[in-house]
């Protein structure tokens, strides 16, 4: 099962050449995307922030070429951790975020309002039916 996360995107960058500590020179492009979550039923957002920042590299960076700030997208991406032993003997771990599908769910209309509550219908109240009694007592 691959990883997702879905947002509104916020800021797509501009391709960047990097260059390794061992010289190899690799293309990285970023995206920004608000993945904060919001209750479907008020239209509220949740209380806690989630914005993520997306590095596609090499090949991948061509999938932002009609990415455009507003859309609500899907990124696909998986996990991948790396071990590195410092000069002094000391172990460090890296996680990275390797991102490399993407896909464009709506395009996000300005000035939305959100969506009215949902009310329940009012059940009838049940009235019996008014009969005359002829009873003497």
Known sequence: MANTKSG??????????????????????????DCTTFDPYTGQRSQYENKILFDFMESK???????????VVTVYFDLQGTELTEQDGRKKFYTHVRPYKIDVRQVQPS?????????????PTYQPPQVEDDRPF
Do not use: C, M
């Open 8 to 33: 509104v995107v916020l800021a797509v960058g501009q391709p960047q050449q990097i260059q390794s500590k061992e010289g190899k020179v690799f293309s990285k492009r970023s995206l920004y995307v």
């Open 61 to 71: 960076t061509s999938l932002l070429d009609n990415i455009q700030v507003g859309q």
């Open 111 to 123: 000035n939305r309002q959100p969506q009215q509550q949902y009310r329940q219908p009012q059940q």
